[in-house]
């Protein structure tokens, strides 16, 4: 894995995200990892309003919501040089279809169908949450595996893995993975993929900050070196 294809990330699950932007000015950063993922689509010009007045020149890739419409996708391919997406599955997205090549499906909690993998590029594989199904819910990962084995691997999301799980409202059920990094060895489930699972692009999906994303990043490129 090279060290540009692991690109620090800006996430939405938390209310600071727009201090993540002035962090990555701060730090020179010009290429990052975007996910909109919970702004709803009357919320999301405040993000593209400070991302044009920010230092940060590319976005390769973005991790997509279901209310995503073609003005969108076509602004991020046009303005910021967008070259993957991703999404959850059952999220059709009906009038974005001249985008289908470009967007991967993820490993969540529901499973895709092969139609819905046979529509879009192939597969996102969420590091993190596929180590969650390996130890929590073998049914769930064998079906991924089968559908990894089989289709593109697109791009990534790298998260940690706890030791104790804990419940997950958005996912109604227990877990063990999460989006904020507590110490660096809950990187270390990591060390367990074959290299083919690592695409182009890789997003660290975290809610940390800059800086400690790109010590994760440093972290990460040691565990696989």
């Known amino acids: 894995m090279d060290a540009k294809d692991i690109l620090p990330s800006i996430v939405t699950t938390s209310p600071d995200w727009p201090e993540k932007i002035r962090e ?3 730090l020179g950063i010009k290429e990052i990892a975007l996910f909109p ?4 689509k009357d919320q999301r010009q405040p993000l593209y309003d400070l991302l044009a007045k920010s230092k940060i ?5 973005v991790h997509i ?8 996708m076509d602004f991020f391919t046009r303005e910021w040089g967008t070259e993957v997406f991703n999404t959850h599955p059952f999220e059709p997205h009906p009038y974005i279809s001249k985008y289908y090549k470009k967007i991967y499906l993820e490993n969540v909690v529901k499973l895709f169908s092969e139609d819905e993998l046979n529509r879009y590029a192939g597969v996102c594989i969420d590091f993190s ?7 929590l819910r073998p049914e769930r990962f ?13 791009c990534n999301h790298i998260g940690g893995m706890r030791e104790e ?26 060390k367990s993929y074959p290299e083919q699972y690592f ?16 010590k994760a990043k440093e972290y990460i490129l040691n565990l696989r070196s």
């Open 142 to 154: 064998e079906a991924y595996q089968k559908a990894i084995l089989s289709h593109p691997i697109g």
């Open 165 to 190: 799980k804990s419940f997950n409202e958005n996912a109604n059920e227990d877990r063990c993975d999460s989006h904020f990094l507590n110490d660096f060895s809950e990187l270390d489930h990591l």
């Open 37 to 40: 993922t919970f702004l709803k």
């Open 129 to 135: 949450h596929l180590r969650n199904d390996k130890i």
């Open 57 to 61: 020149e590319r976005i390769p890739f």
């Open 24 to 26: 990555a000015d701060e």
């Open 199 to 214: 695409s182009k692009f890789v997003a660290l999906e975290m809610e940390n900050d800059l800086r400690t994303q790109l």
């Open 65 to 72: 919501r279901g209310d995503f419409d073609l003005a969108e």
